[in-house]
């Protein structure tokens, strides 16, 4: 059964670092998204990416965050210059139709964030 | 403003007990609602939605709008059903879920 990947499982870096975190979506999925969960809180909506443009982001999602697909398989989240709190598991999520047609999420393993 | 707020962080029950894991949402138009679950060391994974109004692994969840609650049953807990529950909302023209801050079901033998 096909599933969304992301890679790194847990990534430590610096405070100040940058951090990219790629997720590999569903083959024939066209809406990709990105969530965050801090430790201990909601799992919490970052941005949502359709036809090579965001099509919607939260307030979490400011200048320091940026998403792209560089190529055909690749979803990334970069973070700049990032911050303790960024520390979270980061998921990323695929869907066939978007939720507006009520298409369902498919969500990776998540990646886990920890900014020393 | 949305928002799903799932009241018991753990519900802990026998095996055979009846389960309901709570659910109230706010938003002033028609949402649509959803249960995710997240099993031990597995991703996230939907398990049923409002507007399938089916049963699957035994669970149930009706859209109560008077009550604004979407609650979880299922008339007998088995210990796989052990995992975490989300419920979350999708309002408006909108893609994103709002999620709530989940429940851990423990099935005890």
């Known amino acids: 059964e096909p599933e969304v990947t992301q890679t790194p499982s847990h990534q430590v870096t610096q405070m100040g670092q940058e951090v990219i975190l790629r997720c590999v979506p569903i083959?024939?999925?066209?809406?990709f998204y990105w969530y965050r969960q801090i430790l201990g809180q909601k799992v919490e909506f970052l941005v949502s990416?359709?036809?090579?443009?965001?099509?919607?982001k939260s307030e979490i999602f400011d200048d320091q965050f940026s998403v792209e697909r560089p190529d055909g398989s690749n979803f990334t989240l970069k973070i700049r210059s990032t911050k303790l709190e960024d520390s979270a598991m980061y998921f990323c999520a695929s869907s066939a139709q978007g939720l507006k047609n009520t298409g369902e999420l498919f969500f990776g393993e998540g990646s886990r964030l920890t900014v020393l | 403003a949305q928002r799903v707020t799932q009241p018991e962080k753990l519900l802990s029950v026998f095996k055979g007990a009846p389960v309901e894991l709570k659910c109230n949402y706010s938003y002033s138009g028609s949402p649509e609602l959803f249960w995710y679950v997240q099993y031990s060391r597995q991703r996230l994974q939907l398990l049923l939605r409002?507007?399938s109004r089916e049963s699957i692994k035994g669970f149930t969840a009706d859209l109560n709008k008077g009550e604004t609650s979407f609650h979880l049953k299922k008339p007998f807990a088995q210990e796989e059903d052990s995992a975490m529950y989300y419920c979350?909302?999708?309002?408006?023209?909108?893609?994103?879920?709002?999620f709530g801050q989940g429940t851990t079901l423990q099935v005890k033998p």
């Open positions: 083959s024939n999925h066209l809406y």
């Open positions: 990416f359709y036809n090579n443009e965001i099509s919607e």
């Open positions: 409002h507007i």
């Open positions: 979350a909302l999708r309002g408006g023209n909108t893609g994103k879920l709002i």
